[in-house]
């Protein structure tokens, strides 16, 4: 049964500071992973998505990786900001639009 | 284009009631699935459908019934409402692996 789990679990920084999310796997039978935002009260937004074939993608000031072998990705904000602090979580595939596996999600806080 | 829309927003029940939650898109997309989120906790998919006529169970089904007459529209039911469902419910609908959500529906049962 494919698990995901991600750490940490909640985070404070300070404006402008470069920070990465983890996120692990625990079947490398995926077809894609996605990282999406979710602000508080609202639904999901989602912020980049990784085929199984590609190693990255990037959107702005966001980077994210995928290591299929090690059931692994991180998700990496550059130059945060107090509009970055949200909800972010990770979210498996294993085929189709609907039968994704969410992790619990990375809590994160930038302070001005 | 409204996107996914999701109704009520917010819904108190009593222990043993049953009630339906509404959600709609207007992006003809195929599939259409429920999610519940509980505090620290990932969403976790409850029913889905494929199209119109066809839908599935998934990880957490027990006590909720899904219906899909249309393309628009995917409701959730809850034949007799118990406190285990307090929970925020999310329906999503996917083109391809886009998956696009609705904001929510927050359902305390005491």
């Known amino acids: 049964k494919q698990e995901v789990t991600q750490i940490p679990a909640a985070l404070s920084v300070p404006e402008g500071e470069n920070l990465v999310l983890n996120c692990s796997f625990t079947?490398?039978?995926?077809?894609?992973l996605q990282w999406f935002r979710q602000d508080p009260g609202k639904g999901l937004t989602s912020l980049l998505l990784?085929?199984?074939?590609?190693r990255e993608q990037t959107s702005g000031r966001l980077n994210a990786s995928l290591d299929k072998s090690s059931g692994r990705s991180t998700l990496y904000i550059a130059a945060s900001q107090p509009g970055d602090s949200a909800t972010y979580l990770c979210?498996?595939?294993?085929?189709?639009?609907?039968?994704?596996?969410f992790g619990a999600g990375t809590r994160l806080f930038v302070k001005a | 284009n409204a996107g996914v829309t999701q109704t009520p927003k917010f819904q108190v029940l009593k222990t043993g009631q049953s009630m339906t939650l509404q959600c709609a898109q207007d992006m003809n997309h195929e599939y259409m699935s429920w999610y519940r989120q509980d505090p620290g906790m990932g969403l976790r998919l409850i029913h889905y459908s494929v199209g119109a006529g066809i839908t599935d169970q998934g990880e957490v089904p027990n006590g909720y019934n899904v219906s899909r007459s249309t393309t628009e529209d995917f409701p959730l039911r809850l034949l007799s409402a118990a406190p285990s469902q307090t929970s925020v419910y999310f329906c999503s609908t996917s083109r391809g692996e886009t998956q696009y959500f609705g904001p929510g529906t927050r359902l305390l049962v005491l």
């Open positions: 079947d490398s039978a995926i077809y894609n």
């Open positions: 990784i085929q199984s074939s590609q």
């Open positions: 979210a498996v595939q294993r085929g189709g639009g609907f039968k994704t596996i």
